[in-house]
Each structure stands twice: as structure tokens, then as C-alpha cells.
């Protein structure tokens, strides 16, 4: 009798992880499981899709400042003065990405007013809290829902500026170069 092949106790392993991850999922299915065809994907890559799948919809919401131990509770703002707000602000950049949370377009921000929208608008905010290694939270510090003014004088390349003029048939505002250029963290594998 032969043994089996490392490669066939490894596809027996993944088949076995498969049927698993289904079964948990099941009370969870809706359209989304349906949309991914799962024959173009390795059984490998199926799990992964599937496990981060099960993950999120496991996953605890909470405001931000409590994905942290002990909770990250940042100084009101008006209470700190330039050159400590600075130090704080740098020290909460850090934490908020040791927990793969990336701040996306800044640069048009002064530290007060960045550290002013992580007090207020991220610490507080209630996301899902994925332990996924893979996964990174991007927060747009552009304003609220993202404001187009900002991005389109700040940010878009001429190529974005001209698509978001033809969809809209509205004129562009000028573009600037951000007044407070950083080099903040970014996910891994990025710039």
C-alpha cells in the first residue's frame, strides 16, 4: 500500500479547512459569497477569501480609541501647546498604524488640524476590528464623506482632475501644493 503524498495530506487538510469555513459561514451567506467565482481562485486562495470572510463578519465594532490596551485616550487638543501637540500627535500616528490604521491625504492639514480630526472624527469612530494581518483601515482626512474640493486641489493627478470635470460638468478649482508635506506610515508593501 502507498503512502499518500505530502501534497495530497495538504489538499485533504485545505478541503477539510474548506468545508469548515462553509459550515461557519452559512448563517452569514448573502449575495457576496455568490459573486466570487470561487473555480478561478486555488483551494488555498478560496480559504483565505473565505476565512477573511468569516472574520469580518465576526468582528467586534468599536470606536477606535478601544482597539488599543490600555485605550488610547489622546489630551483634548486645546489643552496641549504646539510643540507637545507635535510629540503627541507622532506618538498617535504610530499607534493608529501598529494597528494598521493609514492616514490618507494629510498634507493640506496643519498638526493642529490633523490631530484636531483624529481626536474628534477617528479615536471616536466605530469600525469593525479585524485582527486580519492583511487588512488596513484607510482613513481619508480629506473632511467628511471624502470632500472633492479638497482632493481635486490637493491630490488628484491632472488625469483624475479631468474624469471628475467630465462626470460632473463642473469647473475644477485650482491646484495647490499641500502647505505640510509629510511622510506618514503606509500599509506594508507600499510606498
Known amino acids: 500500500m502507498q503512502n499518500p503524498q ?16 462553509r459550515d461557519e459561514l452559512e448563517r452569514y451567506v448573502d449575495e457576496s459569497i455568490t459573486r466570487v467565482n470561487v473555480r478561478q481562485l486555488t483551494l488555498a486562495a478560496e480559504n483565505d477569501f473565505l476565512a477573511s470572510m ?9 470606536p477606535i480609541y478601544r482597539w488599543f490596551d490600555p485605550e488610547l485616550r489622546a489630551p483634548r487638543p486645546e489643552m496641549l501647546n504646539d510643540a507637545s501637540l507635535e510629540s ?12 494598521r490604521i493609514v492616514l490618507d491625504f494629510t498634507d493640506h492639514l496643519s498638526d493642529r488640524d490633523l490631530y484636531c480630526l483624529i481626536y474628534r472624527d477617528i479615536l471616536p469612530a466605530r469600525e469593525k476590528k479585524l485582527d486580519h494581518m492583511n487588512h488596513y483601515l ?13 482632493w481635486l486641489r490637493f491630490y488628484a493627478s491632472d488625469e ?25 506610515p503606509q500599509e506594508m508593501g507600499q510606498g
Open 138 to 150: 484607510h482613513w481619508d482626512c480629506t473632511g467628511p464623506s471624502g470632500d472633492p474640493d479638497v
Open 54 to 62: 468569516l472574520d469580518w463578519e465576526q468582528a467586534p465594532i468599536l
Open 160 to 184: 483624475e482632475r479631468e474624469e471628475w470635470a467630465d462626470s460632473y460638468g463642473q469647473s475644477l478649482p485650482e491646484r495647490e501644493v499641500p502647505p505640510y508635506p509629510r511622510i506618514l
Open 88 to 99: 503627541i500627535l507622532w506618538d498617535v500616528i504610530r499607534k493608529l498604524h501598529q494597528k
Open 6 to 21: 505530502p501534497s495530497q495530506f495538504d489538499e485533504v487538510d485545505q478541503l477539510m479547512r474548506n468545508a469548515e469555513l
